[in-house]
């Protein structure tokens, strides 16, 4: 069904990250650093779930995860058009809401994506992602982009209900660093470095903007949040913390030299880990450019659907990879793939994956 309404979903973080920064940009001064900052908020949404669980269920397609799917998807509007007719029969459903407001992000539309959070929030209005949701588009509708007032008040609200929602920390301290709140920006990212793995370019990217607030404030940092900021600049690996058995996949992908010659520079690389035997749902996802190619990723709980299944759900997985010359989280004749498995999900070795396949043929 709806191919594009996940991907666009996703994509709305990207973008949302991108223009929230802006007041960033302009107070940076440098175009290197524009095109950072801008790299760091794609980046960072890599780490996160591509949809919630209830918009990949309505809109997607799980089983096409597996080659030979051929329903044909939805365009945005569609999707949107079924929503809203949902809606006519049933405007008490919170979730049905919330797709709106996805799709209505995913348009570049912040307004109407807040409005229709804010109808969701009525009956969840202690739901830290609708929380954090609400505040992003708000703050996009700004003239400024400026995260302060409400969204800056449901934010602090939605990480009192969960101290550990990444978007919501990223979030927050980019509301600090807006209003020249500089030691506390330095606080929320390093809370945000905490959860994050030390050897990825979004801490690396995180970590940079840590010593950013560092020097527009003139500000010394402890002890505590030197050791994080080296360990995400030296991209280190932080050991876990005693009786921790959360997986942490790590998954080195390259294409195989025959395929070459059929990849599309501007395709996107979708790395995921999926369940051999339950449902085709992702227990984890990330995006990233088929420039990174050969890329090594790392996935984790934290790369899930939102309130899907994750890794630690499952005993063992199915690790793919896939280049999609559409940019589609689905599958489609042509793309590029590959996969390995099952694999123990409490694995420590690198997984190599070999993209050595076309899907279709």
């Given at each position: 069904m709806n191919a594009p309404f996940l991907i666009a979903s996703g994509l709305m973080l990207a973008l949302a990250l991108a223009l929230v920064l802006w007041p960033l940009l302009r107070q940076a001064g440098r175009q290197t650093r524009r095109r950072g900052l801008i790299a760091l908020a794609v980046l960072f949404v890599l780490g996160l779930p591509l949809a919630?669980?209830?918009?990949?269920?309505?809109?997607?397609?799980?089983?096409?995860?597996?080659?030979?799917?051929?329903?044909?998807?939805?365009?945005?509007?569609?999707?949107?058009?079924?929503?809203?007719?949902?809606?006519?029969?049933?405007?008490?459903?919170?979730?049905?809401?919330?797709?709106?407001?996805?799709?209505?992000?995913?348009?570049?539309?912040?307004?109407?994506?807040?409005?229709?959070?804010?109808?969701?929030?009525?009956?969840?209005?202690?739901?830290?992602?609708?929380?954090?949701?609400?505040?992003?588009?708000?703050?996009?509708?700004?003239?400024?982009?400026?995260?302060?007032?409400?969204?800056?008040?449901?934010?602090?609200?939605?990480?009192?209900?969960?101290?550990?929602?990444?978007?919501?920390?990223?979030?927050?301290?980019?509301?600090?660093?807006?209003?020249?709140?500089?030691?506390?920006?330095?606080?929320?990212?390093?809370?945000?470095?905490?959860?994050?793995?030390?050897?990825?370019?979004?801490?690396?990217?995180?970590?940079?903007?840590?010593?950013?607030?560092?020097?527009?404030?003139?500000?010394?940092?402890?002890?505590?949040?030197?050791?994080?900021?080296?360990?995400?600049?030296?991209?280190?690996?932080?050991?876990?913390?005693?009786?921790?058995?959360?997986?942490?996949?790590t998954v080195q992908v390259s294409l195989a030299p025959h395929l070459a010659r059929k990849l599309d520079p501007d395709s996107v690389l979708f790395v995921y880990a999926r369940n051999p035997s339950g449902p085709s749902m992702p227990l984890a996802v990330a995006r990233l450019p088929a420039s990174a190619l050969p890329a090594t990723v790392t996935l984790t709980d934290a790369m899930s659907m939102a309130r899907g299944p994750n890794l630690s759900s499952a005993q063992q997985v199915i690790i793919g990879a896939r280049l999609s010359a559409r940019g589609q989280a689905l599958p489609q004749p042509g793309d590029l793939e590959g996969s390995v498995g099952p694999i123990a999900v409490d694995r420590t070795q690198p997984i190599s994956v070999v993209i050595d396949k076309v899907v279709g043929q």
């Open positions: 919630s669980a209830g918009l990949y269920e309505l809109v997607g397609n799980p089983a096409a995860l597996n080659p030979g799917a051929t329903e044909q998807p939805l365009t945005l509007d569609q999707a949107i058009t079924k929503i809203k007719a949902q809606l006519d029969h049933d405007s008490a459903d919170p979730n049905l809401w919330t797709l709106l407001g996805q799709a209505y992000g995913a348009k570049n539309e912040p307004r109407l994506a807040a409005d229709a959070f804010e109808h969701a929030l009525k009956y969840r209005p202690d739901d830290a992602d609708l929380l954090v949701a609400w505040a992003q588009a708000d703050s996009l509708a700004q003239p400024q982009h400026m995260i302060v007032g409400e969204a800056r008040a449901r934010l602090q609200r939605a990480l009192a209900v969960d101290p550990t929602h990444q978007r919501g920390l990223w979030l927050l301290g980019i509301s600090d660093f807006q209003l020249q709140r500089y030691s506390e920006a330095i606080a929320t990212w390093t809370r945000l470095l905490k959860l994050l793995p030390a050897d990825s370019d979004v801490a690396r990217g995180v970590a940079r903007q840590v010593e950013l607030a560092a020097r527009r404030g003139a500000l010394q940092l402890t002890a505590a949040q030197t050791q994080v900021l080296s360990a995400a600049t030296a991209g280190t690996k932080v050991p876990a913390a005693a009786g921790s058995s959360a997986p942490h996949l």
